[in-house]
Structures are given as structure tokens and as C-alpha cells.
């Protein structure tokens, strides 16, 4: 977890997030949460919250810095949490991340803390403008894409196969995954009960189906896991955080509602 600084620039703003208790992740609750830090940008007379350290947002990102190694392509610097991680990872070599937004660059650049990211940043590489027009001519081992404020958000797989075409990454994960695989599995109209059908053999289906060779299909924990996250979201995209815990819990034996949630949200 790195630690940033307290700036404003433009109509971004980088701000401490309080410690707390009973927070919710992304896999499940915790009972206490450390300080952390969000990037806001300014919305009329209020501040809209785009990336945080809170755990919903560094869980999520989990399977995907632990599937990064060789050359990787990360879209979407954010408060580069992802990039922090997967730079400390002796097995990744370089990492090209793609941001179009000049404000997100400067306030990534005033509000990190240089001696928390040296010497790994010598194998960071920045390119600014629009990830889906980044065409690559080496190769890429690993593409993570978080370009969308919501999870479950529709564009996540058209924006994933317009980079994948471009890229041919040989591994590829994009934020909230976990979504569209449980929406995809819905839409079979499976007997219930649905957590019976998240299995490796359905996620490998999955990802034969949308064509990308995606992070996970090894183990055989992450389609049970995926069913969890989409139903502990949903629960708290609703406002039901009592009931989220309690969802979360009983993961592998109820049938999950198509849902989305905000960032701003969480
Ligand atoms: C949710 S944030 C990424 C958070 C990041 N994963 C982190 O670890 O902090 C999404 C980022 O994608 C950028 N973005 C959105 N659409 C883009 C596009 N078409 N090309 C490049 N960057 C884009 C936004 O400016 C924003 O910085």
C-alpha cells in the first residue's frame, strides 16, 4: 500500500481517507481498516471519489497483480495502486501504462512518494492518450484493463476486446471480471442452485466464449470466489451492508441478482 500526499491540482484532489471499523471488502468484511488515501475530482459543489486504497478497491485488483509477470500493459494509472504492486514484483519486467487524462498524471506525480516506488520505477513507462488506439510492436505477457467507474459495467468487455485486439496480450484481466463471468453464467439459465455451476469447467467455458486467455482459469477456487464478490457487492450496491455480511457468508449456496455498483459508492 503506498502513501501519497495531500495536493489539489486542477479539479482533482488527492485526501487521507479516516481508519475504520467494520469496512467492507471486495472478497468479504474486515473488522478494522488502516488510513488510506482517494483521489477526488470536483462535480459542481461536490467531490467525486474515482480511486481509493479502501479494500473493496485493493481486493479486487488482487488475481490480477498476482497474474502480472515479463512485460505488462496496465489501462488506466488512477492512483497506480496496480502499478505500485505489480512494479514490486521481481518477476515483472517492464510495465507500459496507458492514461489519457494530463490532470490524473500530474496529481500521480505530486502525490506519490518517490522513495516508496525507487528503484522499481526505472521499469515504468508511461503513455499518454487514449488506451484503446495503443497498438504494441514487442511483445506483452500480461494486460489488465480498469478504464470504468462501476463494477459489472457493460462497455467492461467491448472496451477489454478492443485492447486485446490491438495488444494480443498472452494473459489478460480486466477490473470486475468477476461480474460479467456470474452475469454470463446467468444468462445460461442453469438449474439452480447457481453456485453449483461456478465451477473451473464453467469459467473456462467463459473464457473460451469471450476469446481472452484470462487470469484464474487454474484454479479451481475463483469461479466460487467470483459468485461471492458479485453477491457481497451487490448487497452493499443496495445499501443492505448487514445483509452483505450475511450474503458474503452464505456465498456458496444462494443465487445472485444481476447487479453493478459505483466506486463512489464504496
Ligand atoms: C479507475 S481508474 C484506474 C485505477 C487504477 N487501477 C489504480 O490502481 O489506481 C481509471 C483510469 O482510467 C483512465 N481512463 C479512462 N478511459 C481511458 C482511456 N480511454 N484511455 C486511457 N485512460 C483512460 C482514467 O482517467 C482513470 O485514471
Redesign the pocket.
Known amino acids: 500500500m503506498p502513501e501519497y500526499k495531500a495536493i489539489s491540482i486542477g479539479k482533482w484532489r488527492c485526501t487521507p481517507t479516516p481508519a475504520g471499523e467494520h469496512i467492507l471488502g471486495y472478497w468479504g468484511p474486515h473488522n478494522f481498516v488502516s488510513a488510506g488515501w482517494m483521489y477526488e475530482q470536483r462535480r459542481g459543489k461536490g467531490w467525486l471519489k474515482?480511486?481509493s486504497l479502501t479494500p473493496m478497491?485493493s481486493e479486487s485488483?488482487m488475481p490480477h497483480i498476482a497474474a502480472a509477470h515479463g512485460t505488462v500493459v496496465?489501462?488506466?494509472?488512477?492512483?497506480?495502486?496496480?502499478?505500485h504492486n505489480i512494479l514490486c514484483k521481481p518477476e515483472v519486467t517492464r510495465v507500459i501504462v496507458?492514461?489519457?487524462?494530463k490532470d490524473?498524471v500530474k496529481l500521480f506525480k505530486r502525490t506519490i512518494r518517490r522513495d516508496h516506488w525507487l528503484p522499481a520505477l526505472d521499469k515504468f513507462e508511461l503513455r499518454l492518450?487514449?488506451?484503446?488506439a495503443f497498438r504494441p510492436d514487442f511483445h506483452v505477457d500480461f494486460l489488465y484493463v480498469?478504464?470504468?467507474?462501476c463494477l459489472g459495467e457493460e462497455c467492461a468487455c467491448s472496451i477489454t476486446q478492443t485492447l486485446q485486439c490491438n495488444i494480443q496480450a498472452a494473459s489478460v484481466g480486466f477490473?470486475g471480471q468477476e461480474f460479467d463471468f456470474v452475469s454470463w453464467l446467468m444468462a445460461k439459465n442453469l438449474p439452480e442452485p447457481l453456485e453449483d455451476h461456478c465451477t473451473q469447467h464453467h469459467y473456462r467455458a467463459f473464457c473460451e466464449d469471450v476469446g481472452w486467455p484470462l487470469v484464474e482459469q487454474d484454479n479451481p477456487s475463483y469461479p466460487k470466489l467470483a459468485l461471492a464478490a458479485v453477491l457481497f457487492q451487490g448487497s452493499i450496491g443496495v445499501g443492505r451492508t448487514d445483509e452483505g455480511v450475511l450474503m458474503a457468508a452464505i456465498a456458496f449456496s444462494a443465487s445472485p441478482p444481476r447487479l453493478s455498483c459505483r466506486?463512489s459508492q464504496l
Open positions: 474515482w480511486m478497491e485488483h496496465v489501462a488506466g494509472l488512477g492512483m497506480g495502486f496496480v502499478l496507458l492514461e489519457k487524462d490524473v492518450g487514449d488506451a484503446l480498469d478504464l470504468w467507474p477490473w466506486r
